[in-house]
């Protein structure tokens, strides 16, 4: 019974949704407008299923002592924080708090330094570390040993160049013809051998997904139900 | 030598990366932008809006992008001041709707935009489908309020903007998936005109997405936004970096070539 709900219900809002697609009927807009709502009732549950898991993972990781089992305290520490000044909106309107200058809630001013002075540095540092991994990984690893990978370098260093002004700058200081090569260039690769290339891969993902969902919809794969395969 | 060459140590380059970077800044260098034709695109759209039109901006990404998208969304949001071209804010990411917030007040002040009437911050929603979905049937069925939870009912600009019909195009600001949910869920299932304006590295999977005019522009990371500032008239952050980053895609470009240099001599070394 516990499995069969779910493959009932999945069945049934897989076929109504994908018909109600392809009909125009004002009954079928109010069951796809309808279950739209239901559905943007049971988003917000996804979150709290995160957080549960993210403190699951976390405490698990303290208890067995993992490495770097540490750092799982401040995991819970920036939450626990990012949460009590975060969601109490209600504590605004005892008199004393905001006497004392504390508020609560996304706009309060704490929250707001909270995160521009801890979160947006840190994500920026992190992403900012990318550009010296990238140099380094790009002078060691990308050398033109086959036709494929020479060809994959040329693309690269055209569209690296062509990205930037100085790609045209230099060329246009240089060279006598072909103004703004290095950027036409670019976008030339990037409309035609990419564009192509790309589609390929979005027709691929696309049928995939189309047999996935038909599989869930039918209930042959069950995987997303939890638990063993078939039990 | 060459062995050296090839196995330089990797403090070197990124001493040489971070030189790349500090030198320009401090000489702000300024170098000639070439505007690309899909930020063109972008920006012919916004400019052959007429005023009061609406255009709808998703801050669908996090600080990591801030220094790319940032820029991009200063250059647009003024533009659409400056034309009377409402805007609204929102995002689908959690840690989009502080930047978002900040972004649509700073540039508001700037243009002397007023709260409400030319401008809208609804904040964030979770379950993007969802959101983006039931905007289609009624904003006010997945906002019920703004970002400062005042009703919709009482923004005198929201009086005649129900759902996407009155919405002239959408711009998602993207450092993720979210410029592919807005096509297939609302330029698929109710026409909506979108724009993008996405970070570096997800740029070449918007092409095929222009070629079917499914997106009617791209801005395309940092460049996007120093083309954007370009085309109306105000270097700001996006030219800047852009020159910036100019010395140090050369700089990579000449270790690769380095490096293939040192690569072919030790092979034909070694035959």
């Keep these: 019974m516990r499995r069969q709900v779910p493959l009932v219900l999945c069945f049934a809002f897989g076929i109504v949704m994908a018909l109600t697609e392809f009909s125009p009927h004002q009954w079928s807009k109010w069951i796809n407008e309808e279950v739209i709502d239901w559905a943007l009732v049971i988003g917000p549950f996804a979150l709290v299923i995160a957080i549960a898991t993210l403190v699951q993972t976390h405490w698990t990781r303290i208890r067995r002592r993992t490495e770097h089992w540490q750092y799982s305290y401040l995991v819970f520490g920036g939450m626990i924080i990012m949460l009590l000044i975060g969601i109490p909106t209600f504590l605004n309107k005892i008199p004393f708090l905001s006497k004392i200058g504390l508020s609560f809630g996304q706009k309060s001013p704490i929250f707001v330094w909270l995160f521009n002075h801890v979160q947006v540095p840190m994500d920026a540092t992190m992403f900012s570390l990318l550009a010296f991994f990238i140099a380094s990984a790009a002078y060691r690893a990308f050398r033109a040993r086959t036709l494929e990978a020479t060809l994959l370098l040329g693309a690269a260093l055209i569209v690296m160049i062509g990205n930037v002004p100085i790609g045209d700058f230099i060329w246009n200081a240089v060279m006598p013809f072909g103004e703004n090569l290095p950027s036409d260039a670019r976008q030339w690769i990037l409309d035609n051998p990419n564009l192509s290339a790309r589609r390929g891969i979005i027709l691929g993902i696309s049928l995939g997904v189309i047999s996935q969902s038909i599989r869930i919809i039918l209930g042959i794969e069950r995987s997303y139900l939890g638990g063993v395969e078939g039990e | ?271």
């Design chain 2, 1 to 271: 030598m060459i062995e050296k060459l090839m196995n330089i140590d990797r403090r070197y380059v990124f001493i040489l990366v971070a030189l790349a970077v500090i030198i320009p800044s401090l000489l702000e260098v300024n170098l000639p932008i070439t505007i690309s034709q899909p930020t063109r695109s972008t920006y012919d759209y916004i400019e052959d809006l007429a005023p009061g039109s609406t255009l709808m901006i998703g801050f669908n990404y996090g600080p990591s992008s801030l220094a790319e998208l940032h820029p991009m969304a200063k250059a647009v949001i003024y533009h659409c001041f400056e034309k009377k071209i409402r805007v609204i804010g929102m995002t689908l990411l959690a840690e989009g709707a502080t930047l978002g917030d900040e972004m649509l007040k700073d540039v508001a002040a700037e243009a002397e935009a007023v709260y409400g009437e030319d401008y809208v911050y609804l904040g964030f929603r979770p379950g993007a489908t969802q959101v983006l979905l039931g905007m289609g049937t009624a904003i006010d069925s997945v906002f019920e309020s703004d970002y400062a939870e005042t009703p919709l009912a009482e923004l005198p600009m929201m009086a005649d903007i129900k759902n996407y019909e009155q919405i002239d195009l959408v711009l998602d600001l993207a450092s993720g998936s979210s410029t592919e949910w807005w096509i297939t869920y609302t330029n698929t299932r109710y026409n909506q005109q979108i724009a993008a304006g996405v970070t570096g590295v997800i740029v070449s999977q918007m092409y095929p997405y222009l070629q079917t005019k499914q997106l009617i522009g791209l801005m395309p990371g940092l460049l996007g936004a120093a083309e954007y500032e370009s085309l109306i008239g105000r270097p700001a952050k996006g030219t800047e970096g852009m020159s910036i980053q100019s010395f140090a895609h050369l700089l990579v470009f000449g270790l690769v070539v380095l490096g293939n240099i040192a690569f072919f001599i030790q092979r034909r070394q070694a035959e």
